[in-house]
């Protein structure tokens, strides 16, 4: 394997050699985000942005995996990966109850497509490329799961005909041997014509009308040593991106439309998607297949618990290679809080300078004497009683700001101050305390499971940077414990550096950074006024159904290039897994797509990591900030 001195830097499913290693690393939780049909025959569509861990998902059920797996069934380490995947009905205890066959769709498929051919040929070739791949790739899978050699036992197989098909190029009965030389043929055949450029008249493989290695397989077909092999198929398309959008649509249509017993999981960018679709309720599940986007699945508080326990496993493999010299835990590592004694001097400072300021107000205003007396009088740690204080800080100005009924104000009870007083508000007193006394604000397990923001590659990628830090320390023989400025350096220097090639990796790229730096700075803007309006902040703003539909309108796009190019600059920040949409939200003005900022973003802009605090705009309001920026107003914030 790979750098296992620190395994998160393995953060593609291809980087890990071992079977083994990739299960003892493998974090199960993704599995719950499958539906309960998912192996049931209909097509799953499997969505996300890049490094949201499809790849490693359509692995974990691959037939060299699975049979590992059967022989860990009992190891402490993937157990409990077992049993999800028995669940499921992959697996049993004697072996696996599926075969996968994998297909990457970066290898000669979207070079075919740019040969020329008409589209209804194209298709058939595109097809029966598919096909020879599948049914090759099913010989191999049923050699591995029997542990039987590719080619060598090959004439252990044969095929029989399947019923009320011909497949071009193959006569039946076929023994093992002439089935691999005829998926080589379609495969040199087509590779001639991609080489050659050969004119959409001339000779070549006349392919396929449907995908006739599903019919195949569904046939059990196949058959090992004279018997037919009967087994559960799974064919799964890697990177569907990467296809030509005519070939991807026609691989869609026939998937779908031919209905097949075997099941088809289908794993794409949301760059595969047309623009209308990063914004439409249409990336749900129809009758006749399933989706999932797994952002939007991992919203549904199982994203934490997941990466915790990958974090887990990464830090327990880098102890058990380094031995002695590495952290054998990853959440040690980073568990710190402000309570320590070594914080209570610059509490106990910013303490004293808050309080002095509310009592001040107290005397100004003698309505809120006893809101102000009530906090002398609370127990607790330093500082649980410095975010109290500024919590009634932002309460007074919020109940300041408001038009006074009377010459003669009411005094105010302690009472009324406790109905006031909630999570989120106490939540943005710690944000203004971070700001303005120079407190950490992103350090710690959760915070970090925060800033992946949805994405395991995220996530995995910034636990390496800490996890980096403390096996440098451990080497040098000191604590391996991260502090919270320490954690949060890191953090901030992060979004720099994985943001600094978006420019070459994506369209727009520039376009969507120079847009990303507007939202931060309008959150930024909005967040830090001295009621906490929004408490505890906000992270994103909104747009009408009605302004989104209009940017992937052709007819407005055509009209309005100004429409156009915005449009394709949002397009890029979804595709991206820079701006989290959350589509079709109902608000009193009218439904609307909310458009929150990737958590790496909001640590650049020392934002809060919830989700909830939005501002509506309007069209107008927004599409010049990719080109001019964010103006901010004249309005008075705290601390900018």
Known sequence: MKDVRNPFRLQTAESIDSDADFLRLFGHGVLELLPEDALSGRPLFIRSAPGGGKTSLLKLFTPSVLQHLVAMKTNDATKDLFGKLKALGAVSDHGANILSVMLPCARTYPALADVGLNPARAKRLLLALIDARVILGALRAILVIRGLRFPDDLGRLSLVAPPDDIIPGLTFPAEGVTVQR????????????????????????????????????????????????????????????????????????????????????LAERFEALAN?????????????????????????????????????????????????????????????????????????????????????????????????????????????????????????????????????????SASELDDKEEASERNAAELFLSKEFGFPYYFGLSRLASLGSFNVEQFIRLAGDLFEESLAAAVMRRPTSLSPQRQERIIKDAFDERMKDLPRRARNGRAALNFLDAIGQFCREETYQPNAPYAPGVTGFSLSMADCSSLYDPETRKTRPDFAAFGDVLSTALQYNLLLPDVDRPRPSGRVVVLYLNRLVCAKYDLPLHYGGFREKRLQDVMTWPTLGFRPSRQERLLL
């Not at 005519?246 to 088809?264: H, I, K, N, Y």
């Not at 990336?283 to 974090?311: M, N, Y």
């Not at 590592?333 to 910013?350: C, F, N, R, S, V």
């Open 276 to 412: 209308e679709e990063l914004l439409a309720n249409g990336v749900l599940s129809g009758r006749d297949h399933l989706v999932i986007a797994l952002e939007r699945e991992w919203k549904k508080g199982k994203f934490e618990p997941a990466v915790k326990l990958i974090a887990e496993r990464r830090a327990r493999m880098a102890a058990e290679s380094a031995g002695t010299n590495a952290p054998d835990a990853f959440a040690p590592t980073i568990e710190a809080d402000l309570e320590a004694p070594a914080w209570h001097e610059k509490t106990q400072a910013a303490l004293t300078v808050v309080r002095k300021r509310v009592e001040a107000l107290a005397v100004a205003k003698p309505q809120y004497a006893d809101w102000v007396k009530s906090r002398t009088e609370i127990d607790g740690s330093i500082r649980h009683q410095l975010i109290k204080w500024r919590t009634l800080e932002i309460l007074i100005a919020r109940h300041a700001g408001k038009p006074q009924q009377s010459l003669f104000p009411e005094l105010l």
């Open 182 to 265: 005829w998926a080589e043929l379609i495969e040199q055949r087509v590779a001639d014509l991609i080489d050659t450029l050969m004119s959409p008249d001339g000779s070549g493989p006349s392919g396929h009308d449907a995908l006739l290695s599903l019919r195949l397989l569904d046939a059990n077909c196949i058959h090992l040593d004279g018997k037919p092999f009967e087994t559960r198929w799974l064919i799964t398309f890697d990177d569907m991106q990467k296809l030509a959008p005519s070939q991807r649509s026609a691989l869609l249509e026939v998937v779908v439309d031919q209905r097949a017993r075997s099941t088809v999981w």
